[in-house]
Every structure is written in C-alpha cells, then in structure tokens.
C-alpha cells in the first residue's frame, strides 16, 4: 500500500544552500529562517491547494538533501513522484550550471514525458547579484519542457505562484487521465438495433 507522503509526490531537488528548505517551509508553514540548517535528510511537508470552487488537492513535498557528498541517496526519493522541482541560487552561476545534471538524472529515473518540471531560480531578492539571465534561465527551461518560476523564499515572492501552478497542473493532469480511462460514452442506435434482432441467424 502506497504511503500517504507518496500520494500527489514533489521532489525538490538542487544544491546546497540554494534554499530548497527555505522554500518547503515559506509555503507550508509561512516560515523563513536566514540560519536555516542544510537539510542532511529527506523528510516531506504537507501543503492544500485550492483547484477550484470546490474541490481542494493534497501535495506532499519531499525535501532531499542536495550536497554533493549526499546526492547519492536522491534518486530512492524520485520514485512515485508527479513533479520535481530543481532550484538554483540566482546569485551563484554554478548552481544553475548543475540544474543540466539534474534534469540529465530525472531523465533516467523517471518517465518525464508524465512529469511535471519546473526551475526555479531562488534568491530574486538579490536581484542586484545576479549572475544568471532571467532570458538564458527561461530559455533553458522551454528547451526542457520546465516551466521556469522565480521565487523569494525571504520576501515570499513566487511562492504561491509556484506551488499553486503545480497543484493546478496535477489536477488537470489526473482528470485528462481520469476521461481516458473512462473513453467516449457510447450511444445506442435503437432503430439499428431492432432491425438486427428481425434479421435471420443465417
């Protein structure tokens, strides 16, 4: 039986001290922290989305420790997941650089085709250090199929956006599948088939 944290999965992948648990904990607890501890485990965080009028979604965002030095434990975490999001540190080029391998190992791990991808670029409260283009960093994600968010755990910016944007998207993506299965509705031709039953067996 499937674990409750499995159900509706985020993986939030990157590295170190691009602010991962910065962002878990800004949109499910509302929290931020400047002396927030590097993550050296995986644990997960609940967050209700609100899809519609009526109806609400559960998401279970997994948090994976991103240090070179832990990556290899990551890829037991992807398992089941419907979305990954890959962040890197507006203000630090090489975490952006590292995004290529990350999606470069989802790839091998998961059917992306049935994946939701997006890259966020954390930290747009220092706009002014940027090292990454917001055009190159868009660029990138559109060659990828990702969609790309910039995000502020500090100052909550894009936060909601993001969050809301994958819960929308996990939805939408369930009911498609949820039609498929069910396949067109099938109409009867009364008419047709009375004419069939007075025909002769043979």
Known sequence: MMSKGMNNKIVIVGEGRVGKTSLILRCCKGEYSDNQESTINAFYLEKTIQVNDTENLNMY?????????????????????VCAII???????????????????????????????????????????????KQFAEEYSQSVGAHHFHTSAKNNRGVDELFQYIGQEIFKRKNTNVKKRRGPPIFEDKAQNQQNQRKPCC
């Open 61 to 81: 965002i997994w948090d994976t420790a991103g240090q070179e030095r832990f990556k290899s434990i990551t890829p037991m975490y992807y398992h089941d997941a």
């Open 87 to 133: 962040v890197y540190d507006i203000t630090f080029k090489e975490s952006f650089d590292k995004v290529k391998l990350w999606v470069t190992e989802l790839t091998q791990i998961l059917d992306t085709s049935k994946l939701i991808i997006c890259i966020v670029g954390n930290k747009c409260d220092l706009e002014n250090n940027r090292q990454i283009s």
